[in-house]
């Protein structure tokens, strides 16, 4: 029998064949070995120096799990055998020195990782007595012909509670004098497209925005145009064959297109083709499309804000930060209110930031190239200096038709089909931090809990967690948006929630009608509500009861 048939890899004395592979097998063993371990290492003391609780954390634990095998046995192992050696070797000078240098990078290493040059300012307390409303919809009704049925659920809730979708002299259920939406007015949709199957925007939620959009009631003479900067993903003409839709093949670009072929002024742009490149604005002499970047970081959070500027197939000229550019008369205006922001993110778990909605939808609208630090800051608050300096969206739609809900470490951004959960759920505000606040707390974690998820797996993403993956970069946004004088909250206690409910027959108000259905429906405490009675459940607790009733006399309003 060949040697090196019966000896181990390391005492193999031949160069034959198997002899060369058992020692590239374990020297590919021991470099595998010393880069997960010194990755682990890095992990542990960049996510943990900051805050030694984080300790407790399963993928801290399992990080420093990888670190010791790497590092700690071996090092045990030296020091036990060769003890007599090592204990020598530091009563010289040059062993001392080495002891010393290898203390005083130890504790650099722990000072840099506890070194935030984010947020020098003092953190500001959220306004007192500040509660922004939140509109939720739950069984959202799903395709009518050309429309969504819970968006247009959504639009009555908010109009019936003073929030008008369409701007227009005439009052009506869903219009009047302070309505966010002209006639005349170029209304941007910023949806998710960075990622295909349920990682995207619902298009089905997207058509039945449109619609509403045009269904103006002095007749729509503007433009739509759909955004999105997918990154490092082709966008591929936001035409992907795999959507998120209850037909997967109706991509955002076939939305578009269908209302195009109906005569309306309706386009798609973008902007990660214009990501590389560096721009001026308007006023300044530059019609080319790209970014604007600020030529300094932000104090607190370090990011350089940027943000887009483009030219529609119309020949419409957007600032994002300025609004609608006119050359005419010279030397040319913004009409930052003729812009209308729309954003409609879906609702998922992140790898990184825990949970990815409102906020963090914002990625795709500044650019991460151009050194502006844009991705690395978010958990400093990143998108929270560009929200403060650029634009506040007019109105954010939280696309829960389906989610994915996963405990910590997760899958997300991107959501194959089978990982998703279906919701049927829609949820609005103008406020994009008190909507993922509360979002999160009542839907994603109660979906990652019926996943099978133990809280051990969600401690990252709860909102009840200030240390947290998701808190960090929420709070830190929060404080960005209060230092540039937009008021929000992370305080899911603080909303004021309107719940689409007891409109039985969806005509915008609570009557009679409704109340007969009603009271057919109405179980008592403890008992479960009956198949198609969940319209009459305000409070959300699966009865319904007399805190529903007295719900119900609230919201009356008698017909018409």
């Not at 003391?45 to 590092?71: D, N």
């Not at 403060?388 to 696309?399: G, Q």
């Not at 929420?474 to 206690?493: A, K, P, R, S, V």
Request: glycine share 10%; charged share 20%; hydrophobic share 35%.
């Amino acid at each position: 029998m060949p040697l090196e048939s019966h000896q181990h890899p390391s005492q193999c004395m031949t160069d034959g064949p198997r002899c060369r592979k058992s020692r590239w097998v374990g020297l590919w063993i021991r470099a595998c070995t010393l880069i997960s371990g010194t990755l682990a290492l890095m992990w542990l003391v960049l996510r943990s120096g900051t805050k030694p609780s984080r300790l407790a954390y399963p993928c801290q634990q399992a990080a420093m799990g990888a670190a010791v095998a790497t590092f700690g046995v071996p090092a045990i192992v030296a020091i036990v055998t060769f003890r007599t050696s090592v204990m020598a070797r530091l009563r010289t000078l040059r062993g001392q020195v080495t002891l010393a240098t290898l203390s005083a990078a130890g504790l650099a290493l722990i000072a840099f990782a506890s070194f935030q040059p984010a947020f020098d300012a003092e953190r500001l307390a959220p306004p007192e007595g500040y509660r922004p409303e939140v509109f939720l919809v739950n069984d959202a009704r799903g395709i009518e012909p050309g429309r969504f049925g819970g968006v247009d659920d959504l639009i009555t809730l908010m109009g019936v509670h003073g929030f008008k979708w369409h701007r227009a002299e005439s009052v009506g259920l869903t219009s009047g004098p302070d309505g966010i939406i002209n006639a005349d007015d170029v209304v941007l949709i910023k949806i998710n497209y960075q990622w295909d199957a349920r990682g995207g925007t619902n298009t089905d939620v997207l058509r039945g925005v449109i619609r509403r959009v045009i269904e103006h009631p002095d007749t729509f003479t503007g433009e739509v145009v759909v955004c999105e900067n997918s990154q490092f993903n082709p966008i591929d003409g936001f035409d992907r064959t795999e959507n998120n839709a209850e037909e997967i093949v109706n991509s955002p670009h076939d939305v578009v297109a269908s209302f195009q072929k109906q005569g309306y002024q309706i386009s798609h742009y973008s902007w990660t083709d214009i990501r590389w490149d560096s721009v001026g604005e308007y006023s300044a002499g530059d019609t080319t499309d790209g970014y604007v970047v600020n030529s300094t970081p932000d104090p607190q959070s370090g990011i350089r804000v940027s943000y887009p500027k483009f030219t529609t197939d119309a020949g419409t000229h957007i600032s994002y930060k300025y609004g609608v550019w006119s050359p005419t008369p010279t030397p040319g205006t913004y009409d930052a209110d003729k812009l209308v922001v729309i954003n409609i993110p879906v609702f998922k778990t992140h790898v990184g930031y825990g949970i990815t909605a409102s906020v963090k939808n914002h990625m795709g609208v500044v650019t991460k190239e151009l050194s502006t630090n844009s991705h690395s800051r978010i958990r400093d608050g990143g998108l929270g200096s560009f929200l403060a300096e650029v634009r506040m969206p007019d109105l954010n739609i939280l696309d829960c038709i389906w989610i994915h809900a996963e405990g910590w470490p997760n899958e997300g951004p991107g959501s194959p089909y089978g990982w998703a959960s279906r919701r049927d759920q829609l949820v609005a505000s103008i406020d994009p931090v008190a909507l993922d606040v509360w979002a999160t707390k009542y839907i994603m974690i109660s979906q990652i809990i019926e996943n099978g998820y133990s809280s051990s797996a969600y401690i990252e993403q709860h909102p009840d967690n200030p240390n947290g993956n998701f808190r960090e970069y929420l709070d830190n946004t929060m404080n960005e948006m209060l230092l540039g004088g937009i008021d929000t909250t992370n305080d899911y206690t603080a909303v004021k929630l309107y719940v689409w409910a007891g409109d039985v027959d969806r005509d915008g108000d609570l009557d009679l009608g409704d109340f007969a259905e009603f009271e057919a429906c109405i179980t008592g405490p403890d008992e479960p509500t009956e198949l198609g009675c969940d319209v009459f459940d305000f409070n959300v607790d699966d009865t319904l009861d007399l805190t529903d009733v007295a719900a119900f006399q609230v919201s009356f309003t008698g017909s018409g």
